[in-house]
């Protein structure tokens, strides 16, 4: 079976470009995370979907950042305009529940460099 | 604000010694997980644990909830290359039963 898809893999950009990260969730699954790692701060969750519907973008860390779900199958992160602060392993993840213990299949991630 | 605090920070070993890894919170958790994330990959489930000093086993992998559910432990028996990667412990929050992830320890297993 196909796991979390996430394009592109690798991105560098310079700063002030947009930058749109894409992720195909696991089929069948309601809920779909993005998260952010960083050496700082860790894995931090950004913002999670559930049936396509935004339920919760409090960790979204600027109005630059926007993600939109506009099917079962497709989602995205965007940039605008980006930041060299915005550098870091963005990951996309879905989950058949939100419920607590249920597991989260992530992504490969996407490496974005701003320069 | 629930945090989840991960000790060792870094860990370097050789291969075939034993090792435990910390996991530890002021706070109750109804359940804690515990990922495994190799370079260049995305983190990967290993274990769910749910009571109150439960113990799970996964080959070398031993992980236990503490009783008060406040904290957890991994320990790997006979360490292997394989097995280097970063070691996320994670638990839902209590309001929002959000996941939030610990601050890691990364592990590296030389042969």
């Known amino acids: 079976d196909a796991g979390v898809i996430q394009s592109p893999r690798h991105e560098v950009t310079e700063m002030g470009q947009e930058v749109t990260l894409r992720c195909k969730p696991i089929s069948g699954h309601d809920y779909l995370f993005w998260y952010r790692q960083t050496m700082m701060r860790g894995l931090e969750l950004l913002i999670y979907?559930?049936?396509?519907?935004?339920?919760?973008d409090s960790g979204m860390p600027e109005d630059r950042f926007s993600a939109k779900m506009p099917n079962a199958s497709f989602s995205t992160l965007k940039i605008q305009p980006s930041e060299p602060r915005d550098s870091a392993v963005y990951f996309c993840a879905s989950s058949p529940s939100g419920r607590s213990g249920n597991t989260i299949y992530f992504g490969e991630g996407s490496w974005l460099t701003v320069v | 604000t629930q945090l989840l605090e991960q000790s060792p920070q870094f860990l370097s070993i050789q291969e075939g010694e034993n090792l435990t890894v910390y996991c530890n919170s002021s706070?109750?958790?109804?359940?804690l997980q515990w990922y495994r994330q190799e370079p260049g990959e995305g983190p990967v489930l290993l274990v769910t644990v749910v009571t109150g000093g439960e113990v799970k086993k996964l080959k070398r992998l031993t992980f236990q909830f503490g009783d008060a559910r406040k904290d957890s432990s991994l320990h790997i028996t006979a360490a292997q290359p394989g097995d280097t990667g970063l070691y996320l412990c994670?638990?839902?929050?209590?309001?929002?039963?959000?996941?939030?992830f610990g601050t890691g320890t990364r592990l590296q297993v030389f042969p």
């Open positions: 706070s109750v958790f109804s359940s």
């Open positions: 979907f559930n049936n396509n519907v935004p339920i919760d």
């Open positions: 994670a638990g839902p929050n209590v309001n929002t039963d959000k996941l939030i």
